[in-house]
Nanobody
């Protein structure tokens, strides 16, 4: 069965950086685009960034220029490099693949606070 496992979250001060990882298993990873979403307390889940099978990225306007999405197919991993973090970036970050009617990871908490 398809599985996505996120890691790399934590507590960081405003202006700091984190790199999230999403490791895939159970499906042919290079054939699928991968999306990062986030959900803050009391808010709806929102799209953060997406990377296609040909490594073309798209970003939500609120992370454009600060976050970078990338993928390593041999490692079956998608990364989200997050720089210049703001308190409003605090959320649980999830990765998602449109495989088997949609597969979500369990999420990783990112907290930006001084």
């Amino acid at each position: 069965q398809a599985q996505l496992v996120e890691s790399g979250g934590g507590l960081v001060q405003p202006g700091g950086s984190l790199r999230l990882s999403c490791v895939a298993s159970g499906f042919t990873f290079p054939l699928y685009g991968i999306t990062w979403f986030r959900q803050a307390p009391g808010k709806e889940r929102e799209l953060v960034a997406h990377i296609t099978t040909t490594r073309d990225p798209t970003y939500a306007p609120f992370v454009e220029g600060r976050f970078t999405i990338s993928r390593d197919n041999p490692k079956k991993t998608v990364y989200l490099q997050m720089n210049s973090l703001k308190p409003e970036d605090t959320a649980v970050y999830y990765c998602y693949a449109e495989v088997y009617r949609g597969t979500w990871g369990q999420g990783t908490q990112v907290t930006v606070s001084s």
